[in-house]
């Protein structure tokens, strides 16, 4: 649930940044979408492998692909966005912030798994 509003918040700034979040809101939506990713696996490992959200992230992504029956293409897909979201939340000398459309990629696959973590839950 918490992820969901996350999510909203994301869209909302990428739509229609705020002028007092004018240079920052690529990296505000970064650290919000990946909140809101870490909610939704939250959630996920509190219902079907309790402990799990304990592990490091990193952990996490290795036993997602193990609980995705039938789907490793989006265990995969969320692996590669939480690494893009864990590198773009960092400021690196001489690299832009993540556009727009970079952002709108990102939000697709969380939203893509926060609707199937959602399915599995029903």
């Not at 940044?17 to 004018?22: D, K, N, T, V």
């Not at 992230?57 to 692996?79: K, M, R, S, T, W």
């Amino acid at each position: 649930m918490k992820g969901q509003l996350l999510l909203v918040h994301v869209r909302k700034l990428l739509a229609e940044p705020l002028q007092i979040a004018e240079g920052i809101w690529p990296r505000a939506s970064v650290f919000l979408l990946r909140q809101a990713l870490e909610e939704i696996l939250g959630g996920f490992w509190r219902r079907f492998a309790p402990g799990v959200e304990r592990a490091t992230f990193n952990a996490q992504l290795i036993c997602f692909p193990l609980y995705l029956h039938g789907d490793p293409e989006l265990a995969q897909d969320v692996a590669w966005v939480w690494k893009s979201l864990s590198r773009a939340a960092h400021a690196h000398p001489y690299e832009l912030a993540p556009t727009a459309n970079e952002i709108r990629r990102w939000i697709e696959v969380v939203e893509k798994v926060d609707k199937r973590v959602n399915s599995l839950l029903e």
